[in-house]
């Protein structure tokens, strides 16, 4: 199995930047493809990025599409999440997940096998 856990959350205003990151554990991280989701208070979870074992992609929501940045350190066994120009609407818990396959869809949950715990992200107005 794989352990995700995610970091870097936190109290930023709107305007603001966080990078948030999630740890791997294993020695084969680099054959999953990596996402991100969140989830709001009150909403459902939903996609945010993901990027393929390649690197190919990556993928983007458009309400983050030219703010948010997936980026991935094989060697580090990390996925980061650069998050520029945060708005109050991006305030919600941040979740890591990692997929074996990579046939399902990427911005669908259940593509996905593992999941990490998840790291708050709240932007003030």
């Known amino acids: 199995q794989v352990q995700l856990v995610e970091s870097g959350g936190g109290l930023v205003q709107a305007g603001g930047s966080l990078r948030l990151s999630c740890a791997a554990s294993g020695r084969t991280f680099s054959s999953y493809m990596m996402g991100w989701f969140r989830q709001a208070p009150g909403k459902e979870r939903e996609f945010v990025t993901a990027?393929?074992?390649?690197?190919?992609?990556?993928y983007y929501a458009d309400a983050v599409k030219g703010r948010f940045t997936i980026s991935r350190d094989n060697a580090k066994n990390t996925v980061y999440l650069q998050m520029n120009s945060l708005k109050p609407e991006d305030t919600a818990v941040y979740y890591c997940?990692?997929?074996?396959?990579?046939?399902?869809?990427?911005?669908?949950?259940?593509?996905?096998?593992?999941w990490g715990q998840g790291t708050q992200v709240t932007v003030s107005s």
């Open positions: 997940a990692a997929a074996m396959l990579e046939r399902g869809s990427y911005y669908v949950m259940g593509t996905y096998d593992y």
């Open positions: 990027i393929r074992r390649s690197g190919a992609g990556p």
